[in-house]
Every structure is written in structure tokens, then in C-alpha cells.
């Protein structure tokens, strides 16, 4: 079965990026490149039900705070914490103050640290719609 780099990048954006139930039908150096320049539907994607849920909480009259800590989980949710998972090894790393190859070794864990955590908490806190 072939397919177009467009269709085999959209389908490498979502398989890869997203929780979307897409079947991802090749896995090559081309697929990738075009699948990283279809990132931002796959992200267009998770905003658009991000803000379609946030709005119905809204509407049906929810407050402002649930609907944002809504939509911010519903991002996370879709994206399998992703960014979130790589924001706190980042922060980990470079708040350890160990130098650069010891700082790589510790955004390479599984776990999370304390500067992990204080940056989710702040980035959420912050992160509202």
C-alpha cells in the first residue's frame, strides 16, 4: 500500500504526538520530516477540542477556573503529557546544577525531582485560558 508524504506525514503527526487512533502505515526518514511539518494539525487538532471542551463547561456554567484546569487536561490527556513530561526533565536537568553530561543523565530518568515539580505546578498554575 503506498501512500503520499502528506497523508504518511499527517498520519506520523497524529500516531506519534496525539492519542487519536490513527494507523501509521510507515515509519521512515521522509514520513518523519513530513510528519513534523504536520505537527502543528495535530496541535491545531488538541487545541480545537481543548477550547470546544473549556467553552461547553463554560456555557453549561462551569467557572472559569474548572473550564481552564479542563482544557489544560484535556491537552495533556490528548498529547500524553508530552511537552509536560519534557518541561520537568528539562527543569530537573538544569535546576541539578551538575554539569552538562550528569544534567542529561538526569533528564534521561524515568522519575521526577523537585524542580520538576515546582515547574509543572508553576506552568500549570499559570496556564490558564
Do not use: N, Q
Not at 497523508?7 to 497524529?14: C, E, H, Q, V, Y
Not at 520530516?33 to 473549556?54: Q, W, Y
Not at 551538575?98 to 499559570?126: C, H, N, Q, Y
Request: glycine share 12%.
Amino acid at each position: 500500500m503506498s501512500t503520499t508524504p502528506r497523508s504518511a506525514g499527517l498520519r506520523f503527526a497524529f500516531g506519534t504526538l496525539t492519542v487519536f487512533p490513527v494507523r501509521v502505515t510507515r515509519w521512515d526518514r521522509e514520513a518523519a520530516r513530513a510528519g513534523m511539518l504536520a505537527a502543528p494539525v495535530a496541535g491545531l487538532a488538541v487545541g480545537a477540542a481543548a477550547g470546544f471542551l473549556g467553552a461547553l463547561l463554560t456555557r453549561l456554567g462551569a467557572g472559569a477556573p474548572l473550564a481552564a484546569v479542563a482544557a489544560v487536561a484535556v491537552t495533556a490527556a490528548l498529547t500524553r503529557a508530552l511537552h509536560l513530561d519534557g518541561l520537568a526533565d528539562t527543569a530537573d536537568g538544569l535546576g541539578s546544577g551538575k554539569p552538562a553530561a550528569e544534567a542529561l543523565d538526569i533528564m534521561k530518568r524515568s522519575d521526577i525531582g523537585p524542580f520538576g515539580v515546582i515547574t509543572l505546578l508553576l506552568v500549570l498554575l499559570g496556564d490558564r485560558k
